[in-house]
């Protein structure tokens, strides 16, 4: 079981937080606050409060604003 995980984004992942909190979803955390040459990658976290349709929201709104 995982609650973590780290995704790789197209644009630098502020945008994409950014943009995916302007459609009401929020998606992450910027791992490039922290570390060095990582501004393209979003800390996601899962935890069993969220059910399979927020999930799905979740994904749809990635692939929207990193399309």
Sequence with gaps: VF???AVRT???ARDVIREARA????P???LGRDYEG???VLLVAVTE???PADI???ADVLA???G
């Design 3 to 5: 609650k973590e995980l």
């Design 10 to 12: 197209p644009r630098p």
């Design 23 to 26: 459609l009401g979803v929020h």
């Design 28 to 30: 992450g955390y910027p």
């Design 38 to 40: 990582m501004d393209d």
């Design 49 to 51: 409060k969220r059910t």
């Design 56 to 58: 799905d929201r979740l």
């Design 64 to 66: 929207e604003v990193c």
